[in-house]
């Protein structure tokens, strides 16, 4: 029995909602950790496709508890919308736990995100306007609304007006926008904090009830390594912690109760939004890419930028989170290239490095070295064991280890669930 943090390796959308609906196979409780409706997935059920921005891909499996962990900011409006389309495919959503102290996504941080994001100008860092951002600015701010919190009239009342006493300030001094009304807010937030009633509870209590019961539990985070706060691309980053650390404190469990850490990487890398990139390709080759892996925002539909994989951005990711293995998906994608690259250093200002430099003038002078290697002409959707990859996709998996130094746990060659060639147990 044990515990495994899923964690994107690059800038999101690395496919970990895949590897988490083939993980779930086997856990007893899937956890979401951080980020809110900013990130997404898809999903299919009885060939119905439905996209999930907030509620985990674990709701799938009605035997398993599906927990939205307190570093998670939840916009109720998205969290019963969501839950209606998925009782329409007929999954009742009784598995799902909320955690009581998870801030609360209000109406002002949307606008707000929308209004900063246009004030930003050229500077502007592309965010999918969710209000992600100033919710967690106002969670550190002092100032958040928690779930728990509207369970408790009186103390949501005063809350929200003097939430409403600031943000009202800035939204009609700065950025020239109407008031919005505290009994308008008022009511709608309560109705939801009476139908949030029974999937709330103390869910870090929860998970180490069931870490200490020998259960088998997968914390899923959302976006990815190189967005993270800190350890991102800054300030072209979201505003959680996307990093391994992050599955700690936004499930509120101890480090101590992590045994492995899964990096999920894309055979390729992508990017969607603003901010530096060092292997991205703005030629035919990007574009062949971005189609053959319809490599478009599930959020905002924003066509993605993709380039090679990156070593250099692996090794960092291993390093930060501590990867105890990978999970390679989308390999798929690069069938029919007749040279696939990796880059495994960068050149700036004419010295070779090779770890990933924090400073962002710095990184946007580097210059990607790139690796050679040979492409593969077919087909590799059904292959299921190792063997079954060509040899020229084995010889690029096997170079991506020898780089990262790290295990590869799985590799995705498609969609399906049973599109994944398993190489490690990961629980
Ligand atoms: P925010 O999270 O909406 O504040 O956006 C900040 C940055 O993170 C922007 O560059 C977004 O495009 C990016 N971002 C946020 N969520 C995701 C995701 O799930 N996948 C990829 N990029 C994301």
Known sequence: MSTVVLVGAQWGDEGKGKVTDYLAQQADLVVRYQGGNNAGHTIIVDQTTLQLHLIPSGILYKDKLCVI???????????????????????????????????????????????????????????????????????????????????EPDLFREKLRRALEYHNFILTGIYGAKPLKQSEIEDKYLA????????????????????????????????????????GTYPYVTCSQPVSGGAATGAGIGPNYIDKIVGVAKAYTTRVGEGPFPTELTDEIGDYIREKGHEFGTTTGRPRRCGWLDGVVLKYAARINGLTSIAITKLDVLSSLPVVKICTGYKLDGKYIENFPHNLGELLRCEPVYEELPGWEEDIGGARKIED??????????????????KISLIAVGPAREQTIPLEDVF
């Open 69 to 151: 962990g307190n570093g998670v900011v939840i916009d109720p409006e998205v969290f019963f919308e969501e839950l209606e389309n998925l009782n329409k495919m007929g999954i009742t959503g009784e598995n799902l736990r909320v955690s009581d102290i998870a801030h609360l996504i209000m109406p002002y941080h949307k606008l707000l995100d929308a209004f900063e994001e246009d004030k930003r100008g050229e500077m502007k860092l592309g965010t999918t306007k969710r209000g992600v951002g100033p919710a967690y600015v106002d969670k550190y701010a002092r100032r958040g609304i928690r779930i728990g919190d509207l369970f």
């Open 192 to 231: 939801y904090g009476e139908r949030f009633k029974k999937y709330v509870q103390d869910t870090s209590l929860l998970i180490y009830e069931a870490v200490k019961s020998d259960k088998n539990v997968l914390f899923e985070g959302a976006q990815g390594t190189l967005l993270d706060i800190d350890h």
């Open 389 to 406: 990859l060509p040899p020229n996709a084995q010889r690029y998996v096997r170079r991506i280890q020898e780089i990262t130094g790290l």
